[in-house]
């Protein structure tokens, strides 16, 4: 069957634009919190409706596919109308994460997404300027906004994964912000994405220098950041508590989070802390309650420890409470 492509406005949703100028301003970053499945985005519909926080849903090439495509609009959608039930209705983005082709991109623009991630990052810097570029080009005639990649962060992006950082070079960013029109741009200071971000031993910093120096050549211009989960450390003993066996998970502190979110940073990408929420929840009911076999009581527990640490992310970390 034919599908009939469909406007992110039908949906309910916003697109990034007027979310990250206030951001901007005002010192704060934006919740871009990944999901793949109802109970997560329950649970971060939740936690940004009782924060009165704007929402950027962040869907994957993989979580797309995982989730059906079609469902995804449905219920990007039902957010909406959830969130307005609750009581507060929050501005809601329905982002592609890290899109690898511009038909991929196309596709999300069709099927509702109000904003999309073109990551050329690992292309040459004329490749990834001509493909986002064109991406720029054919998303703003529906009025999405688009997310661009100058460096590259370690670990593993989808099925594309590197060992070094190559951090974002400053010298670029304002050749390739006007070169491609994006709307904010993702850099490399020194985060990665997944649960294990730092050797034992290793200073775990990352270079807010270069975000200084990024900030001062395009100021005010929507810097995003990825790989930036915590991993809390309470979250990896509970799951090896319980049969896990993570060894040396290591994030970014909240600490340097929070200086991240009061500059040109507006934008922070949190899916591996979800992980691990809803990892630790499910392995303790499991493990105290073998006899448990229905599964909304070990995803109810998970979706409640998720909430939990959404709030904890937006009220702390983020500071985008009270901003919807
Ligand atoms: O950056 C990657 C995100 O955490 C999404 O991960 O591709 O496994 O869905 P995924
Ligand atoms: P984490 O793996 O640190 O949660 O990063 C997620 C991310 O950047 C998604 O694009
Ligand atoms: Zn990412």
Same mark, same amino acid.
């Given at each position: 069957?034919?599908?009939?492509?469909?406007?992110?406005?039908?949906?309910? =949703?916003?697109?990034?634009?007027?979310?990250?100028?206030?951001?901007?301003?005002?010192?704060?970053?934006?919740?871009?919190?990944?999901?793949?499945?109802?109970?997560?985005?329950?649970? %971060?519909?939740?936690?940004?409706?009782?924060?009165?926080?704007?929402?950027?849903?962040?869907?994957?090439?993989?979580?797309?596919?995982?989730?059906?495509?079609?469902?995804?609009?449905?219920?990007?959608?039902?957010?909406?109308?959830?969130?307005?039930?609750?009581?507060?209705?929050?501005?809601?983005?329905?982002?592609?994460?890290?899109?690898?082709?511009?038909?991929?991109?196309?596709?999300?623009?069709?099927?509702?997404?109000?904003?999309?991630?073109?990551?050329?990052?690992?292309?040459?810097?004329?490749?990834?300027?001509?493909?986002?570029?064109?991406?720029?080009?054919?998303?703003?005639?529906?009025?999405?906004?688009?997310?661009?990649?100058?460096?590259?962060?370690?670990?593993?992006?989808?099925?594309?994964?590197?060992?070094?950082?190559?951090?974002?070079?400053?010298?670029?960013?304002?050749?390739?912000?006007?070169?491609?029109?994006?709307?904010?741009?993702?850099?490399?200071?020194?985060?990665?994405?997944?649960?294990?971000?730092?050797?034992?031993?290793?200073?775990?910093?990352?270079? =807010?220098?270069?975000?200084?120096? %990024?900030?001062?050549?395009?100021?005010?211009?929507?810097?995003?950041?990825?790989?930036?989960?915590?991993?809390?450390?309470?979250?990896?003993?509970?799951?090896?508590?319980?049969?896990?066996?993570?060894?040396?998970? %290591?994030?970014?502190?909240?600490?340097?989070?929070?200086?991240?979110?009061?500059?040109?940073?507006?934008?922070?990408?949190?899916?591996?802390?979800?992980? =691990?929420?809803?990892?630790?929840?499910?392995?303790?009911?499991?493990?105290?309650?073998?006899?448990?076999?229905?599964?909304?009581?070990? =995803?109810?527990?998970?979706?409640?420890?998720?909430?939990?640490?959404?709030?904890?992310?937006?009220?702390?970390?983020?500071?985008?409470?009270?901003?919807?």
């Amino acid at each position: 069957m034919e599908k009939m492509p469909v406007s992110y406005k039908e949906l309910g =949703l916003v697109n990034s634009r007027d979310l990250f100028a206030k951001a901007v301003k005002g010192g704060y970053a934006i919740p871009a919190y990944n999901f793949n499945n109802l109970e997560q985005l329950q649970a %971060i519909i939740m936690a940004c409706a009782e924060t009165a926080s704007p929402v950027i849903l962040q869907v994957s090439k993989g979580a797309r596919s995982y989730a059906n495509a079609t469902l995804l609009k449905h219920l990007a959608r039902g957010a909406v109308e959830f969130a307005a039930e609750l009581g507060t209705p929050v501005p809601v983005v329905l982002h592609l994460d890290h899109g690898d082709s511009f038909e991929l991109c196309c596709d999300c623009i069709a099927s509702g997404f109000s904003s999309v991630m073109i990551d050329g990052s690992h292309l040459p810097y004329e490749e990834n300027v001509a493909l986002t570029r064109k991406v720029v080009e054919y998303a703003h005639k529906f009025d999405v906004t688009v997310e661009g990649e100058l460096g590259v962060l370690a670990g593993i992006e989808d099925e594309v994964s590197s060992a070094h950082h190559t951090y974002t070079q400053p010298e670029e960013v304002e050749d390739f912000v006007s070169k491609t029109g994006v709307d904010s741009l993702a850099i490399s200071i020194g985060t990665s994405h997944g649960a294990f971000k730092f050797k034992p031993g290793e200073d775990p910093k990352i270079r =807010l220098d270069i975000l200084a120096e %990024i900030e001062r050549r395009i100021p005010g211009f929507p810097i995003v950041l990825h790989g930036a989960s915590s991993v809390p450390q309470d979250l990896v003993e509970t799951i090896n508590a319980h049969g896990g066996k993570l060894k040396d998970a %290591i994030g970014i502190s909240e600490d340097q989070l929070r200086l991240a979110a009061g500059s040109a940073v507006c934008k922070i990408n949190i899916d591996s802390d979800g992980r =691990l929420a809803m990892t630790a929840a499910i392995r303790k009911v499991l493990d105290e309650k073998p006899e448990e076999f229905d599964p909304r009581k070990y =995803l109810g527990p998970a979706r409640d420890a998720l909430k939990k640490l959404y709030i904890h992310k937006i009220m702390n970390v983020l500071g985008s409470n009270g901003k919807a």
